[in-house]
């Protein structure tokens, strides 16, 4: 399967605890974004990379929020101290930097008790 | 305001054609897309249509633009039951390689 996986698929974890998602894209794509999505609503943008390069945070909803992409390839999203608003789910979307189109995984649900 | 609009439900029969439509408010943006969201899974990237185009045809898809009054839709021709879905319209505001801006979406249901 070529395209952008995520993982873990679910995440159930307590107030308070902190929670890091993973995303792969696909192969040679060098622009990685970051969406959540709740309940009823369209996704929403929060952050994306060029290479390793974060080129837009100003978007993330709290410092409790942040993004690595160390190497340029996989990415990691981390929630500190989660609350039971962040709830959610999470979307990945990668594009190659010739392309316009964003191809999105299938999303890690957070469900905050 | 939402930068993105979108009318919550369509219900169409099975064979007919369904119209889904879309405002949005940046002029800039170059290209605007359809993505297509089936229940718990993520978004599947149907046809986009680039800023200079008024039409864009794709199998049973197709795409009108209005730039004049920021107006997108999606006609789906003979629609069918794996049709059903949620249907989000999107752009890139300033039409540079930041995110998407979604609407809302368009659940789309059929009846048999």
């Known amino acids: 399967d070529t395209g952008v996986s995520q993982d873990p698929r679910h995440k159930i974890t307590k107030r308070g605890q902190n929670v890091t998602f993973r995303c792969d894209p696909i192969?040679?794509?060098?622009?990685l974004y970051w969406y959540r999505q709740t309940l009823g609503q369209g996704p929403e943008f929060l952050t994306y990379?060029?290479?390793?390069?974060?080129?837009?945070k100003s978007r993330l909803l709290s410092d409790r929020f942040s993004a690595e992409r160390p190497k340029g390839s996989f990415s990691t999203l981390e929630i500190q101290r989660t609350e039971q608003g962040d709830s959610a789910m999470y979307l990945c979307?990668?594009?190659?930097?010739?392309?316009?189109?964003?191809?999105f995984g299938p999303g890690t649900r957070l469900t905050v008790l | 305001g939402e930068d993105v609009e979108q009318s919550l439900f369509l219900s169409v029969r099975e064979g007919d054609s369904s119209v889904i439509n879309c405002t949005y408010t940046?002029?800039?943006?170059?290209?605007l897309y359809w993505y297509k969201q089936e229940p718990g899974a993520g978004l599947q990237l149907l046809t986009y249509?680039?800023?200079?185009?008024d039409m864009k045809q794709d199998q049973r898809l197709t795409v009108l633009l209005n730039k004049k009054d920021k107006h997108l839709s999606l006609r789906i021709a003979d629609t069918q039951t794996g049709d059903s879905a949620i249907y989000f319209c999107?752009?890139?505001?300033?039409?540079?390689?930041?995110?998407?801006?979604f609407g809302k979406g368009t659940h789309l249901i059929i009846q048999p």
């Open positions: 979307a990668s594009s190659s930097s010739q392309g316009h189109e964003q191809f």
């Open positions: 192969s040679e794509h060098n622009r």
């Open positions: 990379f060029q290479n390793e390069a974060q080129l837009e």
């Open positions: 940046d002029s800039s943006s170059t290209y």
């Open positions: 249509i680039f800023s200079n185009m």
């Open positions: 999107a752009e890139i505001p300033g039409g540079g390689a930041d995110g998407l801006t």
